[in-house]
Each structure stands twice: as C-alpha cells, then as structure tokens.
C-alpha cells in the first residue's frame, strides 16, 4: 500500500526574515508515513519540526523536493482544497482555531463551506462531538470552556472534514496536565478505534512513548526513526540531542548507573514497576 504522506528529499529556507539572515529549516528531508499509523515528531525548538508539519497541510511549500499527501502534490495548487481536506491541522493554541460563539457551529464551519446538505453537516458535527467526548457542551460558548475542552473542539472541528490524517503541532503545549491527558486520550481514541493516521510534533517525551513510531530532528534532519522503545532506550543519545526521555527510563537509567542489571525500555509506569519487581527478585 502506497504511504498516505511521502516527503522526498524536502529542503525548506525561511528567506527574507525582517532583520535575520534566511534560515535552512529543513534539509534534504525524507519520510514516509503509512496509512493508520501514529507517528511522533521529537526535536527542540528549531529542528525543523513544526515546519515539516507545515509542509503536510501545504501551508508551507518544499524550496526543494516534493511533498505527497494521498498521491496529490503540495505544489499543485488545483490539489490545495482535496490536500487540506485529506491532511488536517491542529495549532498549539485552539483559540487561533475556534471562529464561532457556540461550539457546535464552529465544528460546522468546515462542512458549511463545503457546501454539503445539512443533513450532512449535521451528522459530521454530531459524529466528531462525539468522537471528541464533548456532544454535551454542544450549545456552550466556546470561551468559556477549559484548555484542554477547546483543544477538543479545535480536533472535532478538523475531524468535520473527514480527513484521513490529522497533523498536530504541539497541541497540548499550552494545557495543563488534565488538559493535556484529554487531549492524548482523544487523539490515541481516534488512531486506533478509528483508523486516522496521526502526526504528533511534540515535545513531551511521555506523549511521544504512546505512539507506533518516533522520528527524531535536529537542524533541519531526521537523525533516528524508530519504536519508542528503540529511540527511548539511547538515553545518552537523547540527552547529547538536547531531549529527554520518559520518567520511567529515567529512573531505570539512574538504576543502571549504579549498577542494576535491569532493561531500560519501560515505557509506562505499569512496564517500570514490572522491570523494578524482577530486578528485585532477581
């Protein structure tokens, strides 16, 4: 089965900048991302992660290289509406995505410019309140909900358009740990129950561990790709990145350092305990 997103040697540079020397953000990019997956993107603050995430929606068009969404082209501008309608964006901060005064006219905002009956608009804000857990907050005003509840509205309102990728760009940086817990749910309900492939660029290690894969950047380039656990598990070669790595490996490198003889690839605190209750019994 072809990849429902391909990036091909994609080279980004920022040019123009008010007062700042153009800047390389990407180099030579290459990635693939399968049909229902769930990938994670790590990278500190300029590795070029939120503008490979640009790049899938076709808000930002490769300098060099091509982008491929559903087999459509980023750079064919007759494919722009079909690309954003196969590969939603969720932003970091929901209200830059809410545009209504009542929650469920803001989930049907999308549908409504797509012309579709309103019986059609209808089932889809129905169908995505209810994928998101916030069918009884339908009638609220948007403003006075929680962080994490208008991160919900911000998903649901992308999931309106029935895409087959949703890209979220570091969408719980700005929640609380709540907040932050709704939103993860929400997201791994719609991976797997639903079967909608996942780009999360993040900069939580732990929200990074509940994903299939994990694609690490550094100035512009992939430098690992692989299982949580395999890229968890070279703490060294996380900490020299600039990135940490979950609390449970943590507390299992530290165990390590002092001589433990026990495995570091725990990557929930359930898998730590089990490793801890072995070593002991060991």
């Not at 990278?43 to 300098?63: D, E, F, Q, R």
């Not at 709704?182 to 791994?188: A, G, H, L, P």
């Not at 797997?192 to 694609?215: C, N």
Request: glycine share 8%.
């Amino acid at each position: 089965m072809e990849p429902i997103v391909q990036v091909q040697q994609v080279s980004f540079e920022y040019t123009h900048r008010e007062n700042q020397p153009d800047l390389l953000a990407l180099d030579g990019v290459s990635l693939e991302i399968q049909t229902g997956s769930f990938v994670a993107v790590l990278g500190h603050n300029g590795s070029g992660k939120s503008t490979l995430a640009k790049h899938i929606n076709a808000i930002l068009l490769p300098t060099q290289g091509k982008v491929l969404v559903g087999g459509m082209d980023t750079a064919d501008e007759s494919k722009l509406f079909d690309i954003r309608e196969t590969a939603g964006m969720v932003f970091q901060n929901p209200d830059n995505q809410i545009v209504a005064t009542v929650v469920e006219e803001d989930v049907a905002f999308a549908p409504e410019n797509l012309g579709l009956p309103s019986e059609e608009i209808r089932r889809r804000v129905d169908y995505a309140l209810q994928a998101v857990g916030m069918e009884e907050f339908k009638r609220n005003a948007p403003h006075l909900l929680s962080g994490g509840q208008k991160q919900r509205v911000a998903i649901a309102g992308v999931l309106a358009m029935a895409p087959q990728v949703i890209v979220l760009d570091e969408p719980t940086a700005m929640l609380d740990p709540g907040g932050r817990a709704e939103v993860m749910k929400t997201i791994r309900w719609l991976n797997r129950e639903k079967g909608i492939t996942i780009l999360l660029i993040t900069h939580h290690m732990d929200e990074a561990a509940q994903a299939d894969r994990v694609v690490v950047m550094e100035d512009g380039h992939i430098i690992d790709d692989g299982d949580p656990r395999h890229i968890f598990s070279q703490v060294d070669k996380m900490h020299a990145t600039g990135l940490g790595v979950p609390q449970t490996v943590e507390v299992l490198e530290a165990l390590r350092q002092e001589g433990a003889d026990v495995a570091i690839d725990a990557l929930t605190v359930e898998e730590c305990a089990d490793r801890l209750i072995s070593f002991l019994e060991g």
